[in-house]
């Protein structure tokens, strides 16, 4: 009996030696870049948009999207800084950028009246589970524009991490 108690401490200590070798999850190499979808926020209804991490906690971003109406509507972010607070699985995220929005039929380069600029803040909730793969997002996105302004505008994203 002694002899066995021994060994199983000896088990306990080791494993718990070879875990303090182990690289916590925020330690591995973060993922630098991100593809994804989002409905409502900057994109107005829907978009597509990518993300590049520039720094430990910044990134920036640019994105496509549009809203269904007569013809089409389209909407270029051209660009936002994000600023990433928090470790682990759950985060916060704040940044402020902006787009262009016009009217266009399908052939987009002979038929675009340009609308106008507009600006969007945000602030947000991000849950990814690794640092690499799946993410969501909930943000809350005020945007302004020269038609007027939406304080109580919105999104939810979903998108992968790589």
């Excluded at 182990?22 to 948009?49: K, M, T």
């Excluded at 109406?69 to 936002?80: C, E, K, T």
């Excluded at 524009?145 to 939406?150: F, L």
């Amino acid at each position: 009996n002694g002899d066995t108690m021994i060994g199983r401490c000896a088990s306990v200590i080791v494993v718990g030696l070879l875990g303090l070798g182990a690289v916590p999850l925020e330690a591995q190499d973060p993922a630098r870049n991100r593809l994804y979808g989002e409905f409502l926020g900057p994109g107005i209804v829907y978009s597509l948009n990518y993300e590049r991490q520039l720094t430990d906690p910044v990134s920036f971003r640019v994105g496509v999207g549009g809203w269904p109406q007569s013809g089409v509507q389209y909407v270029l972010g051209f660009g936002m800084g994000i600023v990433r607070l928090g470790r682990g699985d759950h985060g916060a995220l704040i940044g402020l950028g902006g787009g262009v929005a016009w009217f266009a039929d399908v052939d987009l380069l002979e038929q675009a009246d340009v609308l106008g600029g507009y600006a969007v803040g945000m602030v947000a909730y991000q849950y990814q589970p690794n640092p690499k793969g799946f993410f969501l997002r909930l943000s809350y996105t005020p945007l302004a524009s020269t038609g007027g302004i939406a304080p109580l505008w919105g999104g939810l994203t979903l998108g992968w991490a790589f």
